[in-house]
């Protein structure tokens, strides 16, 4: 059976998962098994919706935020074996209380930017570049000019480059076309560190991504390769959970 009669389209986690384990991807992408989110993902997700009431204008986006966690806490919960369920809940009272904190916190901490009406907006195309699958995504916030803003809530700095969005950002650069008609210019990435600094403050970091020619033509050679192996060719393919810091992606992107 050939993978195009069971999958219409490709996302970003959908090759993440398929590059870091092709059983993994066929649980979830192919056999729809859906996912048990850790109390690292629920936070983060409930970061990411409170951000988007925010960005609507909505004065309740703290609420918003925090109620999306504790919703999604017995899923965790019922996941949790029962001799690890109290330490789950002393950290989840802990995520309930930093998150409150740093969304509160947010507004004062923001890169003065006009968002356009474009968020958490799905989108889903035919194959950007020639032998792909379609791809899919959501445009999580966009600049009045049309850049994509990912906000990512992390636990600690990451001292690395902006390399290891390269994929993520191939797939915006494509899906802001087609909704928008024009590519953008650049992809930022909006970490925001749950633990503060050691004056107490929170810790909000951009990192910029200018899109290019050269790696943008690797990523669409990247991506062909993944839709051939999934489709039974095989070619050497980077896992993107460890490449970026190491020899092999820079080598890849290189040749």
């Known amino acids: 059976m050939k993978v195009k009669q069971i999958t219409d389209k490709l996302s970003y986690s959908a090759i ?3 590059c870091t384990s092709p059983a993994l991807f066929w649980k979830h992408y192919i056999m729809r098994d859906p996912f ?12 990411h919706r409170g951000l988007e009431e925010y960005y609507r204008g909505n004065d309740s986006f703290v609420e918003v935020g925090v109620d999306t966690l504790v919703k999604g806490y017995d899923e965790v919960l019922d996941a949790t074996p029962r001799d690890k369920a109290q330490d789950l809940g002393i950290k989840f009272k802990k995520e309930t209380e930093m998150l409150r904190e740093n969304l509160d916190a ?18 889903t195309m035919p194959s950007p570049v020639k032998g792909g699958l379609p791809i899919s995504g959501i445009t999580d916030i966009l600049e009045k000019a049309g850049n994509p803003v990912d906000h990512k809530y992390v636990g600690r700095r990451d ?35 749950k633990t503060k600094n050691r004056d107490k403050s929170p810790q909000l970091i951009e990192k910029v991504l200018m899109y290019e020619e050269k790696w943008i033509k690797k990523i669409d050679k990247f991506f062909v390769e993944v839709c051939e192996q999934i489709l039974g060719q095989k070619h050497f393919i980077p896992n993107p959970f460890n490449i970026f810091d190491d020899k092999d992606w820079t080598e890849y992107l290189n040749n």
């Open 16 to 18: 993440r998962a398929y």
């Open 36 to 47: 048990v989110p850790t109390l690292t993902m629920l936070a983060g997700k409930a970061w």
């Open 106 to 123: 947010y507004p004062e901490m923001e890169r003065q930017w006009e968002p356009s009406d474009i968020i958490e907006r799905k989108v």
């Open 159 to 193: 001292n690395s480059g902006t390399q290891k969005y390269m994929i993520q950002a191939w797939f915006y650069y494509y899906l802001v076309k087609e909704e928008t008609g024009a590519y953008p210019t650049y992809f930022l990435a909006s970490e925001f560190k």
